[in-house]
């Protein structure tokens, strides 16, 4: 490993290990939790959306690719400067500058303002990994990987249920109130977190592009790293592609369902998602690569189920449990390999998986929005089966004898 990969400390400094008390752990969860539903409000009021701005499918399709797409630029762009400039303050004006996307979506009278603001709510949604890593700093040695297991299952809760909210809530009352209710969140959350977080001085003064450096040559020496992104930015663009476009499918015959209902089926996915930790002890017994076998194996079936039943209710339903289930435990395969190779790079690594990650939504969301468009739920549904396909086969092809740990070393962690 390069000299320039190993001169950044990861890990925040200046902050007394162990002083995370439950009530901190508690604050920090609800607060990653809410920051992770902003990002996805959107998608069951597109439909609403569409109709209030005079837009096209496709057009509205931009709003959760742009949002996806900051997400990546965020995680890249600003995340990094964690470990370089006190970590306070830096969360405090990304959680104010989050709440002014918010606002400004909500405001939106055109196209251009709603696009900036779903653009910027992903650009600062990145605030969430830099308190998944003060949680880890705060931690215990020994209770890490529990405050980390933790705080990221606050993550996937408000992913999961920010599609019943904005459903509920857009449903009743429209989809600015909906907006306008988060960015008021995410103004008291930034008081909140002003009065419980710690202050932190980093002791590293390490020039911005001396950070990017160490990004680029991480991607070029990790083949595992690589790998792993795209097999995360694939699932992830075909749940996307999904999710942007349910609505305009039960929108229609046979369903003729609105927002609510489209929010209502988000709780399938919650239910989807909680047998990923399944999939995740198989991950630490046998290995990743085997439970991302198993995760992608689920993706394709769950789109093959959608196209042959996806217009009978029970069909639906549990092509959105397996689709969820796969995806989750697609993202927990992927996290554990790449927390293996580098626990002096964990951050970064994580950085450039979650970016490839969130950019894979993103270009989900845009291609997803066109199959709609042009071919309907079975080119929406062939899009699906294809993305995973193409997984299934990158797993295949990948030629781990040189590079993978070995199996042993997986039952010891």
Same mark, same amino acid.
């Given at each position: 490993?390069?000299?320039?990969?190993?001169?950044?400390?990861?890990?925040?400094?200046? &902050?007394?290990?162990?002083?995370?008390?439950?009530?901190?752990?508690? &604050?920090?969860?609800?607060?990653?939790?809410?920051?992770?539903?902003?990002?996805?409000?959107?998608?069951?009021?597109?439909?609403?959306?569409?109709?209030?701005?005079?837009?096209?499918?496709?057009?509205?399709?931009?709003?959760?690719?742009?949002?996806?797409?900051? +997400?990546?630029?965020?995680?890249?762009?600003?995340?990094?400067?964690?470990?370089?400039?006190?970590?306070?303050?830096? /969360?405090?004006? =990304?959680?104010?500058?989050? %709440?002014?996307?918010?606002? /400004?979506?909500?405001?939106?009278?055109?196209?251009?303002? !709603?696009? @900036?603001?779903?653009?910027? &709510? %992903?650009?600062?949604?990145?605030?969430?990994?830099? $308190?998944?890593?003060?949680?880890?700093? =705060?931690?215990?040695?020994?209770?890490?990987?529990?405050?980390?297991?933790?705080?990221?299952?606050?993550?996937?809760?408000?992913?999961?249920?920010?599609? @019943?909210?904005?459903?509920?809530?857009?449903?009743?009352? %429209?989809?600015?109130?909906?907006?306008?209710?988060?960015?008021?969140?995410?103004?008291?959350? @930034?008081?909140?977190?002003?009065?419980?977080?710690?202050?932190?001085?980093?002791?590293?003064? &390490?020039?911005?592009?001396?950070?990017?450096?160490? =990004?680029?040559?991480?991607?070029? *020496?990790?083949?595992?790293?690589? *790998?792993?992104?795209?097999? %995360?930015?694939?699932?992830?663009?075909?749940?996307?592609?999904?999710?942007?476009?349910? +609505?305009?499918?039960?929108?229609?015959?046979?369903?003729?369902?609105?927002?609510?209902?489209?929010?209502?089926?988000?709780?399938?996915?919650?239910?989807?998602?909680?047998?990923?930790?399944?999939?995740?002890?198989?991950?630490?017994?046998?290995?990743? #690569?085997?439970?991302? $076998?198993?995760?992608?194996?689920?993706?394709?079936?769950?789109?093959? $189920? !959608?196209?042959?039943?996806?217009?009978?209710?029970?069909?639906?339903?549990?092509?959105?449990?397996?689709?969820? !289930?796969?995806?989750?435990?697609?993202?927990?395969?992927?996290?554990? $390999?790449?927390?293996?190779?580098?626990?002096?790079?964990?951050?970064?690594?994580?950085?450039?998986?979650?970016?490839?990650?969130?950019?894979?939504?993103?270009?989900?969301?845009?291609?997803?929005?066109?199959?709609?468009?042009?071919?309907?739920?079975?080119?929406?549904?062939?899009?699906?089966?294809?993305?995973?396909?193409?997984?299934?086969?990158?797993?295949? #092809?990948?030629?781990?004898? @040189?590079?993978?740990?070995? *199996?042993?070393?997986?039952?010891?962690?």
């Amino acid at each position: 490993m390069s000299v320039e990969l190993g001169s950044v400390n990861p890990h925040m400094p200046n &902050i007394q290990r162990g002083s995370l008390t439950g009530v901190h752990l508690a &604050i920090i969860m609800v607060a990653t939790a809410m920051i992770a539903a902003d990002r996805y409000y959107c998608q069951p009021l597109l439909a609403e959306m569409s109709r209030n701005l005079h837009l096209t499918p496709s057009m509205t399709g931009l709003v959760p690719t742009l949002t996806q797409g900051g +997400i990546a630029f965020g995680l890249l762009l600003l995340v990094p400067l964690g470990d370089t400039v006190e970590l306070r303050k830096l /969360i405090l004006c =990304l959680l104010f500058a989050l %709440g002014c996307a918010l606002a /400004i979506t909500a405001a939106a009278t055109n196209a251009a303002m !709603l696009f @900036t603001g779903s653009l910027m &709510i %992903g650009v600062f949604a990145s605030v969430s990994q830099l $308190l998944v890593g003060l949680a880890a700093a =705060l931690a215990e040695p020994s209770r890490r990987g529990q405050v980390v297991g933790t705080v990221t299952a606050g993550l996937l809760i408000g992913v999961l249920s920010a599609r @019943t909210v904005a459903g509920l809530v857009g449903g009743a009352f %429209g989809w600015r109130v909906m907006y306008w209710t988060a960015a008021v969140g995410m103004a008291g959350l @930034t008081i909140v977190m002003a009065l419980v977080l710690p202050p932190s001085r980093p002791q590293l003064a &390490i020039p911005y592009p001396q950070l990017v450096r160490s =990004l680029i040559a991480l991607i070029r *020496e990790q083949r595992e790293l690589r *790998e792993a992104s795209v097999l %995360g930015a694939l699932a992830f663009a075909a749940m996307n592609a999904f999710w942007t476009t349910l +609505i305009f499918f039960i929108a229609g015959p046979p369903y003729h369902y609105g927002a609510t209902a489209a929010g209502m089926l988000g709780l399938a996915g919650i239910a989807g998602a909680l047998g990923a930790p399944i999939v995740g002890r198989i991950s630490d017994r046998r290995g990743p #690569r085997l439970a991302n $076998l198993i995760a992608l194996t689920l993706g394709l079936l769950a789109f093959v $189920l !959608l196209l042959v039943a996806g217009r009978h209710v029970a069909g639906l339903i549990g092509g959105i449990l397996l689709l969820d !289930l796969a995806t989750q435990a697609n993202l927990v395969s992927n996290q554990t $390999l790449i927390y293996s190779l580098l626990p002096d790079a964990a951050n970064r690594l994580n950085t450039i998986f979650m970016a490839s990650y969130f950019a894979g939504g993103a270009a989900g969301a845009a291609i997803g929005s066109l199959a709609w468009q042009h071919f309907g739920w079975t080119g929406l549904c062939a899009l699906g089966m294809a993305m995973f396909a193409t997984a299934l086969v990158v797993l295949a #092809r990948s030629n781990t004898s @040189t590079h993978a740990m070995p *199996e042993a070393q997986w039952t010891e962690n």
